[in-house]
């Protein structure tokens, strides 16, 4: 998620919150950390719906564990229903739906095959006068 290949990302959570891994008896603030960056992962490809759902289920666990939610959760739940509520002729909404298109071509890349390699890049191969170094 932090590279920004948000489909891997969406992939690997999606595993982790399966069946095969998760189950009953499995770490509750675990499940929740997961919840909520799949909620923020679906907030980046604009499918709000799905990130609301997500979102509300990780504050049920939280509340459930007795744990509290972040300023930055909270602040991540109010700029999500400010996006998923935008009008349909605003800014915000029509890069919404480039997101949208994006997400449906990345996933009919993914499907037929391509693969795409990123390459973590070091530190060093960057001008020192670069205005922030990568990690």
Do not use: W
């Amino acid at each position: 998620m932090f590279y920004g290949v948000i489909h891997e990302a969406l992939r690997d959570v999606n595993h982790a919150l399966s069946p095969q891994f998760t189950s009953q008896d499995s770490p509750k603030p675990l499940a929740a950390k997961c919840r909520y960056r799949r909620a923020k992962l679906f907030c980046t490809m604009a499918r709000y719906g799905e990130a609301q759902a997500d979102y509300a289920e990780f504050a049920y666990i939280m509340k459930e564990i007795g744990a509290k939610i972040s300023e930055g959760e909270l602040e991540f739940k109010k700029d999500l229903d400010s996006r998923a509520a935008a009008s349909d002729d605003s800014e915000n909404r029509r890069r919404d739906d480039l997101m949208r298109a994006i997400d449906v071509s990345a996933t009919t890349i993914h499907t037929s095959q391509y693969r795409i390699r990123v390459h973590r890049l070091e530190a060093s191969s960057f001008p020192r006068d670069f205005p922030f170094t990568p990690t």
